[in-house]
């Protein structure tokens, strides 16, 4: 069994524990190629619940009647927020932590995820200075608004950053971008919650929350996560992820400038021109410090230059 394929039954017992604990009537958990999974029943209705692993990741989904109220009190009691076909947002919280990452679309360089704590005070002064999703902001803005948002936060920000060659060791031990996204945003929200006290985080969505969840140590278990798509709309994720960009832009900026020529983001023709410029003046071993080896932007370098 694969590490995937274990971590994928690691959390369908989680699930199954948790709904026997609350004396819902749960069959055993059965294995399939690609999954496992089990049933809950009630006198009318059953659900039933499903753990996938394989190159997407892991990925809990519940098959039943949407309507009926044991779909909506498994899927509360399993993803930790109450059933919605649309996902619907929810109001900012007073207080909470936002994660959020950059780089994970780079074949150059590291992934950074970096988490903002926010109470009242802080949401309207970072709002006055005008965060919003970085994606939004100029390049030549970022590092001053992430120093503005670093002075406001004070000891509430916290930034994890995987350079590319513990990236790869982690890569390997992994075997899945959603499991090593899980691990380093658990890392930010435990280094957060040793400052600042919070009962929930909002991050953007990646995978399954389950898998940032199990990757928590006591202390952030006992919070509640959110994950949403675009879930830069809320202003603590803005935040974290405009200091994770500008921690991002500092690695292309310092290592453009050692090398003496510019490293280009992305996964362009350019990049892979690039990376073959680095692999013939300094070697395999010198370029595996610069990039990411499981994107498939390293089977078009081979092909240029010959492994």
């Not at 009630?42 to 996938?52: F, N």
């Not at 949401?123 to 939004?136: A, T, W, Y």
């Not at 608004?145 to 890569?171: C, H, M, S, T, W």
């Not at 892979?272 to 089977?299: D, P, R």
């Given at each position: 069994?694969?590490?995937?394929?274990?971590?994928?039954e690691?959390?369908?017992?989680?699930?199954?524990?948790?709904?026997a604990?609350?004396?819902?009537?749960?069959?055993?958990?059965?294995?399939?190629?690609?999954?496992?999974?089990?049933?809950?029943?009630?006198?009318?209705?059953?659900?039933?619940?499903?753990?996938?692993?394989?190159?997407?990741?892991?990925?809990?989904?519940?098959?039943?009647?949407?309507?009926s109220?044991?779909?909506?009190?498994?899927?509360?009691?399993?993803?930790?927020?109450?059933?919605?076909?649309?996902?619907?947002?929810?109001?900012?919280?007073?207080?909470?932590?936002?994660?959020?990452e950059?780089?994970?679309?780079?074949?150059?360089?590291?992934?950074?995820?970096?988490?903002?704590?926010?109470?009242?005070?802080?949401?309207?002064?970072?709002r006055?200075?005008?965060?919003?999703?970085?994606?939004?902001?100029?390049?030549?803005?970022?590092?001053?608004?992430?120093?503005?948002?670093?002075?406001?936060?004070?000891?509430?920000?916290?930034?994890?950053?995987?350079?590319?060659?513990r990236?790869?060791?982690?890569?390997?031990?992994?075997?899945?971008?959603?499991?090593?996204?899980?691990?380093?945003?658990a890392?930010?929200?435990e280094?957060?919650?040793?400052?600042?006290?919070?009962?929930?985080?909002?991050?953007?969505?990646?995978?399954?929350?389950?898998?940032i969840?199990?990757k928590?140590?006591?202390r952030?278990?006992q919070?509640?996560?959110?994950?949403?798509?675009?879930?830069?709309?809320?202003t603590?994720?803005?935040?974290?992820?405009?200091?994770?960009?500008?921690?991002?832009?500092?690695?292309?900026?310092?290592?453009?400038?050692k090398?003496k020529?510019?490293?280009?983001?992305?996964?362009?023709?350019?990049?892979?021109?690039?990376?073959a410029?680095?692999?013939?003046?300094?070697?395999?071993?010198?370029?595996?410090?610069?990039?990411?080896?499981?994107?498939?932007?390293?089977?078009?370098?081979?092909?240029?230059?010959?492994?």
């Amino acid at each position: 069994m694969d590490k995937l394929e274990s971590s994928a039954e690691e959390i369908i017992k989680i699930y199954s524990d948790k709904l026997a604990e609350k004396n819902y009537n749960v069959s055993a958990i059965i294995k399939k190629t690609y999954n496992f999974e089990f049933t809950v029943n009630d006198s009318k209705h059953s659900v039933k619940v499903l753990t996938y692993f394989g190159k997407k990741g892991i990925k809990t989904i519940l098959q039943g009647n949407t309507e009926s109220a044991l779909y909506h009190e498994v899927n509360e009691l399993i993803h930790g927020i109450p059933f919605t076909q649309n996902n619907a947002e929810i109001d900012e919280p007073e207080s909470y932590i936002g994660t959020d990452e950059s780089g994970k679309g780079d074949f150059f360089g590291p992934l950074v995820i970096a988490g903002v704590y926010a109470g009242k005070n802080e949401i309207q002064k970072l709002r006055n200075i005008g965060v919003r999703d970085s994606k939004e902001i100029p390049h030549n803005q970022i590092a001053d608004l992430a120093q503005k948002i670093k002075l406001i936060a004070d000891d509430g920000f916290n930034i994890v950053v995987i350079n590319p060659e513990r990236y790869n060791q982690l890569y390997t031990e992994f075997k899945n971008l959603n499991m090593l996204l899980a691990w380093g945003h658990a890392r930010v929200i435990e280094n957060i919650l040793e400052k600042k006290s919070a009962a929930e985080v909002i991050s953007d969505k990646f995978g399954d929350e389950s898998l940032i969840l199990n990757k928590l140590q006591e202390r952030g278990k006992q919070i509640k996560l959110h994950q949403f798509t675009k879930a830069e709309r809320y202003t603590a994720v803005a935040a974290a992820s405009i200091i994770a960009r500008d921690r991002m832009n500092k690695w292309f900026d310092d290592e453009s400038r050692k090398l003496k020529f510019i490293i280009p983001k992305g996964a362009s023709e350019a990049v892979i021109q690039t990376a073959a410029k680095i692999k013939s003046e300094f070697g395999e071993e010198e370029l595996k410090k610069f990039v990411k080896l499981h994107f498939k932007s390293i089977n078009k370098l081979n092909s240029v230059i010959g492994k």
